[in-house]
C-alpha cells in the first residue's frame, strides 16, 4: 500500500519567516495530495490540494509543489502569523482512500 | 452551508461495551468515509460509503462496522469496545463519488474506552 512519509516532525519558525514540510510518498499510481491543518479540539481542515498534472499550486500566503518523478510534495507557508501555529498533515490518494503522514506540528513564535 | 456534523463530541465507555458515532456530512455530497485518528497510529482509514454501500474498507477488525442512509448521513459501530479503541474517530465527506480524494472532515467524536 501507500506509505507516505512527513519531515520535519516539529518545526518552529519566527512570525513573518517561511515553512517548508516535505513529504515523499511510495506509490506512483497517487495521483492527488491534499494537505490538512488541525488545530486543537478539531477536525482537519483541507488548505491546499494539488493534483498529478500540476507541478505547483498557490493560495495567498500557502503554496504546494509536486515532483511526480522523485515522488515527493511539499508546503510552503510565507510570512508565517500566529495563527499558522497547527499540526500540518500531508496525503496521498491512491486508489480510494487518502494515506496521511505522521504530522508536523508547527509553532509561530511572536 | 453548514460543515460536517458528528455526535457525539465526547464519550466514554467501558471494555466490552458498544458503541455508536452519527456524521451528517455536507449537503449535497453522497460520499462519507470514516478514520481512525491515534497518537500511536495517526489517521488510519476505516471506510467508505456511498449511496447507501460501502465501497471501500480499510484494515481494522469485524468489529468496526457502519452504514449509510438514503439522505448520505452515516453511523459507525464499534461492538466489544477495547482500551485501544480509545481515538478519535472522523468522518469525512466528499462531493465527488467513491474514492474522488477531496475530503472535508467534521469535529470529530473523541472515544475513550476505560
Not at chain 1, 482537519?44 to 493534483?51: E, K, T
Not at chain 1, 498557490?58 to 509536486?66: S, Y
Request: hydrophobic residues 30%; contains cysteine; glycine residues 10%.
Amino acid at each position: 500500500g501507500e506509505n507516505v512519509e512527513q519531515h520535519p516532525s516539529t518545526l518552529s519558525v519566527q512570525e513573518g519567516d517561511s515553512a517548508v514540510i516535505k513529504c515523499t510518498y511510495s506509490d506512483s499510481a497517487s495521483n492527488y495530495f491534499p494537505w490538512y491543518k488541525q488545530e486543537l479540539g478539531k477536525g482537519p481542515q483541507l488548505i491546499i490540494d494539488i493534483r498529478s498534472n500540476v507541478g505547483e499550486k498557490k493560495d495567498q500566503r500557502i503554496a504546494v509543489t509536486l515532483n511526480k518523478t522523485a515522488k515527493h510534495f511539499s508546503l510552503h507557508i510565507t510570512e508565517t502569523q500566529p495563527e499558522d501555529s497547527a499540526v500540518y498533515f500531508c496525503a496521498a490518494h491512491n486508489d480510494y482512500k487518502l494515506s496521511f503522514g505522521a504530522g508536523t506540528t508547527v509553532t509561530v513564535r511572536a | 452551508k453548514a460543515g460536517v456534523t458528528q455526535t457525539p463530541r465526547y464519550l466514554i465507555k467501558t471494555r466490552g461495551q458498544q458503541v455508536t458515532l452519527s456524521c451528517s456530512p455536507i449537503s449535497g455530497h453522497r460520499s462519507v468515509s470514516w478514520y481512525q485518528q491515534t497518537p500511536g497510529q495517526g489517521l488510519q482509514f476505516l471506510f467508505e460509503y456511498f449511496s447507501e454501500t460501502q465501497r471501500n474498507k480499510g484494515n481494522f477488525p469485524g468489529r468496526f462496522s457502519g452504514r449509510q442512509f438514503s439522505n448520505s448521513r452515516s453511523e459507525m459501530n464499534v461492538s466489544t469496545l477495547e482500551l485501544g479503541d480509545s481515538a478519535l474517530y472522523l468522518c469525512a465527506s466528499s462531493p465527488g463519488g467513491p474514492g474522488t480524494g477531496e475530503l472535508f472532515f467534521g469535529e470529530g467524536s473523541r472515544l475513550t474506552v476505560l
